[in-house]
């Protein structure tokens, strides 16, 4: 089992910042890619950005520009900065990572999710 335990969320000014953070801890052997996921009232839950080992990183048109992610391998954490937030970047915002696995002798991967943590952007 992994578990993820994500920090930093809170209420904040339009335009202001904040960083989020996500520990991965328990069985982390395997782990590829980890990613922010939001999901704002009555909207479907969007991909935010993600990374890779390599720190590759991809993201959403939304937040290009403003938010960045990074993850330092050796703490298992994987990092949201958020600048010059908006309203519409309210959200619960959850921290995912994939677990690669072996299961019946093919190579697939298993997602593990944290408990999220609420953003507020005030207007």
């Known amino acids: 089992q992994v578990q993820l335990v994500e920090s930093g969320g809170g209420l904040v000014q339009a335009g202001g910042s904040l960083r989020l953070s996500c520990a991965a801890s328990g069985n982390i052997f395997g782990i590829n890619a980890m990613g922010w996921y939001r999901q704002a009232p009555g909207k479907q839950r969007e991909l935010v950005a993600d990374?890779?080992?390599?720190?590759?990183?991809n993201y959403a048109e939304s937040v290009k520009g403003r938010f960045t992610i990074s993850r330092d391998n050796a703490k298992n954490t994987i990092y949201l900065q958020m600048n010059r937030l908006k309203s519409e970047d309210t959200a619960i915002y959850s921290c995912q990572a994939d677990k690669a696995v072996i299961a019946d002798g093919f190579l697939s991967e298993i997602p593990y999710w944290g408990q999220g943590t609420h953003v507020t952007v005030s207007s």
């Open positions: 990374i890779t080992r390599s720190a590759s990183a």
